[in-house]
């Protein structure tokens, strides 16, 4: 009965790989979002999706690419892994955009090599 | 833009002690407030959250923290710690306005010595 669940826990994978990452919540939230958390612990938003909808999609690579496929899933697709990619990467959901409490998945760390 | 500062990157402390993290953020308009904690090896969770009403908010595990509007702060505290409250904790600010991003701080870990 987890609320927000992410496959995989852990990721190796070499540079230059496609990889992605899933994440699903049985909230019946409207919004999820992925956040990047990087070595210093620093968290940062990359996107959320709104009923199917970007809404937000702040300043990252086009290498990163948010796929909606219904409501309670938003997988996040990495194309040309780079090493600067290797970090935590979270996935939340929240009812309505920014005023709710967003619950956050247990994280995928990924590691370029 | 917004921003959220925390200005303690890493707290020690003895079990007991009282504990205090510092939390500004920089926005003019109306703002909702958070505090999320990150345990060792696990996700983030809720502390405490405010969105209007009394400034002073209680939280899960005798944490609180108080809203000051002209401080533009949202400082957390907690009067005895305990070993289990060794984590890593965040502030998170989001406007009402715009798109609602919610901008975490850098964080501040906390380490309690039995």
């Known amino acids: 009965d987890t609320a927000v669940s992410q496959t995989p826990k852990y990721l190796v994978t070499q540079m230059g790989n496609d990889k992605s990452i899933k994440c699903e919540q049985n909230?019946?939230?409207?919004?999820m979002y992925w956040y990047k958390q990087d070595s210093k612990k620093f968290l940062k938003i990359m996107f959320s999706y709104n009923n199917k909808e970007l809404i937000i999609n702040e300043t990252v690579p086009n290498r990163f690419s948010p796929k909606s496929p219904d409501k309670a899933h938003l997988n996040l697709h990495i194309n040309s892994l780079e090493l600067g990619d290797s970090a935590v990467y979270f996935c939340a959901s929240s009812q309505d955009p920014g005023e709710e409490t967003q619950y956050f998945g247990p994280g995928t760390r990924l590691l370029v090599l | 833009a917004q921003s959220v500062s925390q200005h303690n990157h890493h707290v020690i402390l003895s079990e007991a002690a009282s504990l205090e993290l510092g939390c500004n953020y920089s926005?003019?308009?109306?703002?909702?407030l958070f505090w999320y904690v990150q345990y060792p090896g696990q996700h983030l969770q809720l502390l405490l959250k405010?969105?209007?009403?009394?400034?002073l908010v209680k939280g899960i595990k005798g944490f609180e923290a108080e809203f000051i509007k002209s401080k533009f702060s949202f400082n957390l505290r907690k009067p005895s710690v305990q070993w289990s409250d060794t984590a890593e904790y965040f502030c998170a600010v989001t406007a009402l306005t715009g798109a609602n991003n919610l901008f975490f701080g850098t964080g501040t870990r906390l380490t309690v010595i039995p």
């Open positions: 926005y003019g308009g109306t703002v909702n």
């Open positions: 909230l019946g939230h409207d919004t």
């Open positions: 405010y969105f209007s009403g009394d400034p």
